[in-house]
């Protein structure tokens, strides 16, 4: 095997698991679709993103790749479409958990009123600063994004509008007096950029956690604090915070 066909294996190794990846995260997502929805555009999605995975398997061992790859190609778009369209059904979205993306098709999150927060894991896609429609129609949508990642600025930019970008980043503090016991409750700090919806979580073993929400709040001026009546109730409690 030449330098050449080197690069274009690992090239391949690289969009099958990308795909793998993106399998692992669309299917339970798809199981929360609607019940008249799931058997039906649920079921399409998946097996389009499906097929795409098929046909870049067969590209993969195939000598001739290129007719594989376009039917491929041809599965994809039509799966982007099916996304676009279930927004259609997207009325009671409320929060979006996205990561692993570099870009946002259009119209993406368009036409979905309730939906309130998209958080993401990663660095911002290019549409968030040159202006696309990802988010028309959604009036009360806010985009968090992580400490650690780059390309964020102030606001998701749009043709007609700008949608706020804040900086997701709760800490709970354990050096400032009130972590641990107070009147009979564990508790602690949370502090945190102004204005961001965070969860408190907990569970009683880290080898086999089953996190529960425990409280769900917006920290309206950056700092709240967390107090567990029924911590003695366990034999131990570890405690975190995500997003809600």
């Known amino acids: 095997m030449n ?14 698991t990308k795909l793998e990846d993106l399998l692992l995260y669309l299917i339970p997502q798809l199981s929360k679709f609607p019940r008249d929805q799931k058997f ?14 098929e046909f870049c398997l067969r590209a993969y061992y195939s000598r001739d790749k290129r007719g594989h790859l376009l039917e491929a190609n041809l599965q994809l778009e039509v799966a982007r479409h099916l996304v676009r369209l279930a927004n259609a059904f997207c009325t009671n979205l409320t929060n979006v958990v996205i990561s692993g993306v570099s870009e946002v098709g259009p119209y993406a999150f368009a036409n979905c009123p309730t939906l309130t927060s998209v958080f993401f894991q ?13 988010f028309t129609f959604d009036p009360s949508v806010t985009v968090y ?10 606001n998701w930019y749009y ?10 980043n709760p800490t709970i503090q354990t050096g400032d007096g009130r972590f641990g016991l107070q009147g009979n409750r ?23 956690p089953n996190w529960t929400s425990m409280q769900a709040v917006t920290l309206s ?9 029924a911590w003695t109730n366990c034999m131990g409690r570890f405690y975190r915070i995500s997003s809600p």
Do not use: H
């Not at 330098?3 to 099958?16: G, K």
């Not at 994004?145 to 102030?154: A, H, K, Q």
């Not at 950029?193 to 086999?208: H, R, W």
């Open 40 to 53: 039906v555009l649920g079921y399409r999605i998946e097996t389009k993103v499906l097929d795409v995975q």
């Open 221 to 229: 001026n950056g700092l709240y604090y967390f107090s567990d009546p």
């Open 186 to 208: 564990f508790g602690f700090n949370v502090t945190c950029t102004a204005n961001i919806p965070v969860t408190v979580d907990a569970c009683m073993s880290l080898s086999s």
């Open 3 to 16: 330098f050449f066909e080197e690069n274009v294996m690992a090239e391949s190794d690289n969009i099958l």
């Open 145 to 154: 994004y992580l400490p650690w990642t780059t390309g964020w600025r102030t």
């Open 159 to 168: 043709y007609s509008s700008a949608v706020p970008t804040i900086l997701w």
């Open 122 to 134: 990663g660095n911002a896609p290019a549409e968030a600063n040159v202006g696309s429609e990802e």
